[in-house]
Structures are given as structure tokens and as C-alpha cells.
């Protein structure tokens, strides 16, 4: 990751968090961790889309959901956007799904939270008992004994085969021979 792109994202996530120290701890729950202005710490406006029903991976990493989308597929993305850049750490996100750093299904349980799908973090086991059986049409959970991801309207969320060293977006799907089952949101 190029310097300037770091300190960008550390200078803009240190400012959002200063003015979320500011903000009642309900407010911002109610919020789903979009700043004033429907901002959010990695900068995505909570209504820029792109056109079709394809999620967009931008140059820094983010994605911008499908104007088609679903609202709940919209905030998935977004919740996503918000930590595609935090350190991976074994463990991280199942105490809280707020945490300094995220393992595979941490990350993947913090995105479906976002989005109102998921009420409390589960591991990758329990991805692939999520939901109903199948690959989604907006949202397809993948989980194994050893590993999880999953991918939101054609881009895959994951913290492995991705850019840098922990969550992260990527065009191309995994091509490891576990065996994942297949899982997706009701309606999704």
C-alpha cells in the first residue's frame, strides 16, 4: 500500500474518531458507524453507487455497492469499507464487533452486522450454517472448519489471497480446494 494511501486512511479514520468520541455511543450504534453527512471513516458517502448490479472495487481498496442493490447489501459494503484496512488478528472481532483488528469471519460477521443480517459474531463454522443453503443473489456466505469469507453483489470480502494484511476486497474468487459450504441471507 503506496505511504500516502496510509496516512490518507490513518489521518482520515483518526479524524472520525475524534468526532465520533463526541457522538453518544446509542447515536452512533443508530448510525450503523456512518459519520455526520453520510460519510463514512473510509470516505464512501453512504449513497454513492455505481451503475448495474456489480459492486465497483476502487483503486483504494474500497467498494461501491450496485445502485440496484438492496438497501441491506448497501450497508453491508459500507460496514466492509470500514475495516478493509485493519490488521488481521486471530480472534479479532468475535468478543465485540468492534475490535482492533479482524480474523476471517470477524470481518466477515462485522460486513453482515453492518447490513442488519447478523446479531452477534460467528466463526467460521458457523458460516456455513448461516442463513439458507445456496449461493445468494446478492450475497453468498462461504464457511469451513478452517476458514471463511464472503462475496456481496461480485466481489469478494476476505482476509486471505486480498491486498494488504487483513480484510479486504478482491475481484477474484478463491481458488483453494476446502471445502466450503455455501450459505446466503434470506432474500439475498
Known sequence: MPISKKLTRRAG?????????????????????????????SGQSAAETVPGAKAKLTSDGRAIAPAS??????????????????PY??????????????DCSGAASYALHGGGLLKAPIDSTGMSQYGEPGKGKWISVYGASSHGFIVVAGLR????????????????????????????????
Open 13 to 41: 479514520t483518526t479524524a472520525a474518531a475524534v468526532c465520533l468520541a463526541f457522538i453518544p455511543a446509542s447515536a452512533q450504534a443508530e448510525s450503523g458507524g456512518v459519520g455526520p453527512g453520510g460519510v463514512s471513516p
Open 69 to 86: 442493490a438492496p438497501k441491506a447489501v448497501k450497508k453491508v459494503i459500507a460496514a466492509a469499507n470500514r475495516i478493509e484496512d485493519k
Open 89 to 102: 488478528i486471530y480472534g479479532g472481532g468475535h468478543g465485540s464487533f468492534n475490535d482492533k483488528g479482524y
Open 157 to 188: 470480502f476476505d482476509t486471505s489471497m486480498t491486498a494488504g494484511d487483513g480484510p479486504g476486497w478482491s475481484r477474484s474468487m478463491r481458488s483453494t480446494p476446502e471445502s466450503y459450504r455455501v450459505r446466503h441471507p434470506a432474500g439475498l
